[in-house]
Nanobody, 122 residues
Framework: VQLQASGGGLVQAGGSLRLSCAAS????????MGWFRQAPGKERQFVAA????????YYADSVKGRFIVSRDTAKNTMSLQMNSLKPEDTAVYYC????????????????WGQGTQVTVSS
């Protein structure tokens, strides 16, 4: 199973970006897929998660109301719409798959994408 994250970039504070994560490499079904982020010198941090059908979503308090996670089961993709971006959102964003619950920690995810850089300037 391979995960490919894309869509990162440089944006001004208050702007928006949309990240995508494409899964490939076989037929599979994950309970949860998620987004995590890691800023320099900090631990990897949970951002959002979504279940297989897309009916349940979870967000970190720091992004609730600004970010929206979604997925397309037919295309086996997951997206993260990031609005009202702040400089503190600057990080490398990773998509992950295989979480057992919506609040699964990074250690509980078995598959990871390569990460995409998001930089928010003030």
């Amino acid at each position: 199973v391979q995960l490919q994250a894309s869509g990162g970039g440089l944006v001004q504070a208050g702007g928006s970006l949309r990240l995508s994560c494409a899964a490939s490499g076989g037929i599979f079904r994950f309970n949860y897929m998620g987004w995590f982020r890691q800023a320099p010198g900090k631990e990897r941090q949970f951002v959002a998660a979504i279940n297989w059908s897309g009916s349940s979503t979870y967000y970190a308090d720091s992004v609730k109301g600004r970010f929206i996670v979604s997925r397309d089961t037919a295309k086996n993709t997951m997206s993260l719409q990031m609005n009202s971006l702040k400089p503190e959102d600057t990080a490398v964003y990773y998509c992950a798959a295989g979480g057992s619950t919506g609040r699964a920690t990074a250690d509980e995810y078995g598959y990871w994408g390569q990460g995409t850089q998001v930089t928010v300037s003030s």
